[in-house]
C-alpha cells in the first residue's frame, strides 16, 4: 500500500523544503503538494534514516549483554534506521556458516535493517560469496597469515587501528595515538579500508592521506578521561590535547559510529584492570550530531553527509538519501532539549547519560514502516541491506 507523507523534507540536493512524499517499501513520487495519509509536525524535518556501521550487537552466548531485540531497538528509538553489527560474538562469525546462522537471528529479530561483518578466518573465498558488508580485521588479525586474503578482497575492510600486541600493554597509557598510525600505515597499499574509531586528528588526516574512509565515535570526543569500568572502552579514551584535536576531526571525518559496546552491570562492577572495555550508546549518535547543527557548529548538509549519505557510500548501499527509488527509510526529528539515557538496551549505564541535548528522534521509518514513534519501537522486521533480492 502506498502513503503519503508530508512535511519538511532534507531533499537529496540538500535543501529543506515543504514536500510530499509518496513510499511503500520505497520512495515512489516527491512532490510539491498532496493530500496526506501522515503530516510531519510543524517543527518537525523529515531526514534520511541514519546508518550506524559500528554495532556490538551481541546475542548468541552474550544474550546476557545485549540481544538482537535489545540493540535493535536502542537503534530505533536512536534514528538509526540501518546498523551493522561486529563479528566478535561468541562464537565469532568467521565462517560460512556463522554468517548464516548470524543472519537468521537478525531476520527473526532485528527491528531495523542491519548488515553484517566476517571476521578474519580460513574461508575468506567462501565468506566473500554470501551477503557480508565487509570484514572487520582486529589488531590481533594482523599477525594472521589469512588477513593478506581480506586485504585484497573488493569487499569492505574495516580496521581497529592499534598493532597486535596493544591490548597485551599493561599500562594502558602506552596504548597511545603511535600505535593507531603504525597500524594505519602497515597497510597503507590496500584498497576499500575504512578506518575505525580515530582517536586523533593524526590518525584521520593519515587514513585521508592513503585515501582510506575514517570514522570517529562521540565518547571519544566527549568523555573526560577514563576513570571507572564505565569510561573503559577500547581503544582507550585520550588525553586533553588529542581530545580537543579529534573535535576539529570531525570536519574530515567520513562519518560518526557508536561503536556500541554492550557488558552486563556484574562485568562493568569488576575492578578498572578486570573489567571489558566498552559504552553502549547506540541512541546517543544521531540526536548528538544534530545537536550541534542546532548549536551552529554543524550544518544540516554536513550532519546528513556523516549519519546517513556517506556511510551508505562507503557501504556500498542505496541508503541515505529521500529521493525516488530509494528505500522509505526516514527520520523525523525534532529540535527540543532533552537529557540522555538509554531506553530499550540492557545497558542502563553510560558515561553519556544525562547528557543535555537539543535534537530528538520524533520517529522512524524503516522500509516504510513505522519503527519507532515517541519512543516506542513497533516490532517490525528489518532486511539485510546487503541482499540484493531483499524486496523481491
Ligand atoms: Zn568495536
Given at each position: 500500500m502506498k502513503l503519503w507523507i508530508e512535511g519538511k523534507v532534507f531533499l537529496s540536493e540538500g535543501n529543506i523544503e515543504e514536500a510530499c512524499i509518496s513510499f511503500d517499501r520505497t520512495i515512489k513520487e516527491i512532490r510539491k503538494t498532496c493530500k496526506p495519509d501522515v503530516t510531519a509536525p510543524s517543527d518537525a524535518i523529515i531526514l534520511p534514516a541514519s546508518i550506524d556501521?559500528?554495532?556490538?550487537?551481541?546475542?548468541?552466548?552474550?544474550a546476557y549483554k545485549e540481544t538482537v531485540k535489545t540493540a535493535s531497538s536502542e537503534a530505533a528509538y536512536g534514528g538509526v534506521g540501518l546498523l551493522v553489527d561486529m563479528p566478535n560474538t561468541v562464537p565469532p562469525v568467521n565462517t560460512p556458516q556463522r554468517i548464516v546462522e548470524r543472519l537468521r537471528e537478525f531476520q527473526n529479530f532485528s527491528r531495523v535493517d542491519y548488515g553484517i561483518y566476517a571476521g578474519v578466518g580460513k574461508e575468506i573465498k567462501e565468506m566473500e560469496k554470501y551477503p557480508i558488508a565487509g570484514f572487520k580485521i582486529y589488531p590481533q588479525d594482523l599477525d594472521k597469515e589469512e588477513v593478506y586474503q581480506v586485504l585484497e578482497s573488493s569487499k569492505l575492510k574495516v580496521l581497529h587501528p592499534e598493532l597486535p600486541w596493544a591490548e597485551r600493554l599493561a599500562d594502558r597509557r602506552l596504548r597511545d595515538v603511535w600505535l593507531e598510525l603504525s597500524a594505519v600505515e602497515l597497510i597503507k597499499?590496500?584498497?576499500r579500508i575504512h578506518i575505525t574509531h580515530a582517536t586523533s586528528l593524526e590518525t584521520i588526516m593519515l587514513a585521508k592521506k592513503y585515501n582510506f574512509t575514517v570514522d570517529l565515535t562521540p565518547h571519544h570526543l566527549?568523555?573526560?578521561?577514563?576513570?571507572d569500568c564505565l569510561t573503559k572502552v577500547n581503544p582507550p579514551i585520550r588525553g586533553y590535547t588529542e581530545r580537543e584535536g579529534l573535535l576539529k576531526g570531525l570536519f574530515y571525518v567520513d562519518t560518526v559510529v557508536s561503536d556500541h559496546a554492550p557488558h552486563s552491570n556484574q562485568e562493568k562492577s569488576w575492578c578498572y584492570e578486570l573489567c571489558p572495555p566498552g559504552i553502549a550508546a547506540v541512541s546517543f549518535t544521531t540526536p548528538f550530531i544534530y545537536t550541534l547543527v542546532k548549536k551552529g557548529i554543524l550544518d544540516f548538509r554536513t550532519a546528513v553527509r556523516l549519519l546517513a549519505e556517506n556511510p551508505a557510500r562507503i557501504l556500498g548501499v542505496d541508503y541515505g538519501k529521500i529521493d525516488v527509488g530509494y528505500g522509505a527509510n526516514f527520520l523525523i526529528l525534532r529540535f527540543q532539549e532533552w537529557r540522555y539515557h538509554t531506553q530499550y538496551s540492557k545497558v542502563t549505564q553510560t558515561p553519556l547519560d544525562n547528557y543535555l541535548l537539543s535534537a530528538k528522534p520524533y520517529m522512524l521509518i524503516v522500509e516504510g514502516k513505522v519503527a519507532m514513534l515517541e519512543d516506542e519501537v513497533f516490532p517490525i522486521r528489518g532486511v539485510n541491506t546487503f541482499d540484493q533480492n531483499r524486496r523481491a
Amino acid at each position: 500500500m502506498k502513503l503519503w507523507i508530508e512535511g519538511k523534507v532534507f531533499l537529496s540536493e540538500g535543501n529543506i523544503e515543504e514536500a510530499c512524499i509518496s513510499f511503500d517499501r520505497t520512495i515512489k513520487e516527491i512532490r510539491k503538494t498532496c493530500k496526506p495519509d501522515v503530516t510531519a509536525p510543524s517543527d518537525a524535518i523529515i531526514l534520511p534514516a541514519s546508518i550506524d556501521m559500528h554495532v556490538h550487537v551481541r546475542d548468541s552466548q552474550l544474550a546476557y549483554k545485549e540481544t538482537v531485540k535489545t540493540a535493535s531497538s536502542e537503534a530505533a528509538y536512536g534514528g538509526v534506521g540501518l546498523l551493522v553489527d561486529m563479528p566478535n560474538t561468541v562464537p565469532p562469525v568467521n565462517t560460512p556458516q556463522r554468517i548464516v546462522e548470524r543472519l537468521r537471528e537478525f531476520q527473526n529479530f532485528s527491528r531495523v535493517d542491519y548488515g553484517i561483518y566476517a571476521g578474519v578466518g580460513k574461508e575468506i573465498k567462501e565468506m566473500e560469496k554470501y551477503p557480508i558488508a565487509g570484514f572487520k580485521i582486529y589488531p590481533q588479525d594482523l599477525d594472521k597469515e589469512e588477513v593478506y586474503q581480506v586485504l585484497e578482497s573488493s569487499k569492505l575492510k574495516v580496521l581497529h587501528p592499534e598493532l597486535p600486541w596493544a591490548e597485551r600493554l599493561a599500562d594502558r597509557r602506552l596504548r597511545d595515538v603511535w600505535l593507531e598510525l603504525s597500524a594505519v600505515e602497515l597497510i597503507k597499499d590496500y584498497k576499500r579500508i575504512h578506518i575505525t574509531h580515530a582517536t586523533s586528528l593524526e590518525t584521520i588526516m593519515l587514513a585521508k592521506k592513503y585515501n582510506f574512509t575514517v570514522d570517529l565515535t562521540p565518547h571519544h570526543l566527549l568523555v573526560n578521561g577514563e576513570t571507572d569500568c564505565l569510561t573503559k572502552v577500547n581503544p582507550p579514551i585520550r588525553g586533553y590535547t588529542e581530545r580537543e584535536g579529534l573535535l576539529k576531526g570531525l570536519f574530515y571525518v567520513d562519518t560518526v559510529v557508536s561503536d556500541h559496546a554492550p557488558h552486563s552491570n556484574q562485568e562493568k562492577s569488576w575492578c578498572y584492570e578486570l573489567c571489558p572495555p566498552g559504552i553502549a550508546a547506540v541512541s546517543f549518535t544521531t540526536p548528538f550530531i544534530y545537536t550541534l547543527v542546532k548549536k551552529g557548529i554543524l550544518d544540516f548538509r554536513t550532519a546528513v553527509r556523516l549519519l546517513a549519505e556517506n556511510p551508505a557510500r562507503i557501504l556500498g548501499v542505496d541508503y541515505g538519501k529521500i529521493d525516488v527509488g530509494y528505500g522509505a527509510n526516514f527520520l523525523i526529528l525534532r529540535f527540543q532539549e532533552w537529557r540522555y539515557h538509554t531506553q530499550y538496551s540492557k545497558v542502563t549505564q553510560t558515561p553519556l547519560d544525562n547528557y543535555l541535548l537539543s535534537a530528538k528522534p520524533y520517529m522512524l521509518i524503516v522500509e516504510g514502516k513505522v519503527a519507532m514513534l515517541e519512543d516506542e519501537v513497533f516490532p517490525i522486521r528489518g532486511v539485510n541491506t546487503f541482499d540484493q533480492n531483499r524486496r523481491a
